[in-house]
């Protein structure tokens, strides 16, 4: 026996139902949807460049310091790296993750900079194919073409003769 409708029961769907189904499928939350998604994957890459490929480089430079397991111990026993410390119950200050997370910022920060100046530049190439003219450039024209009809309909006039210097 197929199942009947809910409509046809006598339950009455609520507005609201409607409404954030309308809302949902606008363009606009989709587009939310995917770049969250598109941003926790880029956040995976963005984390892996810094502490499998900065990191080490930096440490290799400031004297082959592990630079995520740069920490001071405030309270407790320092131990050989920071999560055993940690597990300890030490209190800790992790200035080399501190440091990771603002490396991982400026990095997304220069991705989404690079991102936007690319979108702009491609949005005005669209704009600029797809409106033609501007109101101004119409306008020069309109007064251009007028120009040439007139030179059309008028003889050519000879130059103006220079006048003499007066005699003094």
Do not use: C, Y
């Amino acid at each position: 026996m197929p199942l009947k409708p809910i409509s046809n029961i006598g339950l009455k769907q609520p507005n609201w139902v409607s409404e954030f189904k309308a809302f949902i499928m606008r363009g606009s939350v989709i587009d939310l949807a995917v770049g969250i998604v598109v941003g926790a994957a880029f956040t995976a890459i963005v984390s892996s460049l810094v502490e499998d490929l900065i990191n080490p480089i930096i440490g290799l430079l400031i004297g082959g310091v592990d630079f995520s397991n740069v920490f001071v111990v405030l309270s407790g026993e320092r131990l050989p790296s920071l999560e055993a410390t940690r597990q300890s119950g030490a209190a800790v200050l992790a200035i080399g993750k501190f440091i990771n997370a603002i490396i991982k910022f400026l990095i997304v920060a220069l991705a989404i900079f690079w991102l936007l100046q690319f979108l702009t530049k491609l949005h005005l190439r669209e704009v600029k194919k797809a409106s033609g003219p501007s109101a101004t450039e119409k306008l020069l024209a309109d007064i251009l073409e007028e120009l040439k009809a007139q030179r059309k309909e008028s003889p050519a006039a000879p130059p103006p003769s220079p006048q003499p210097p007066p005699i003094e």
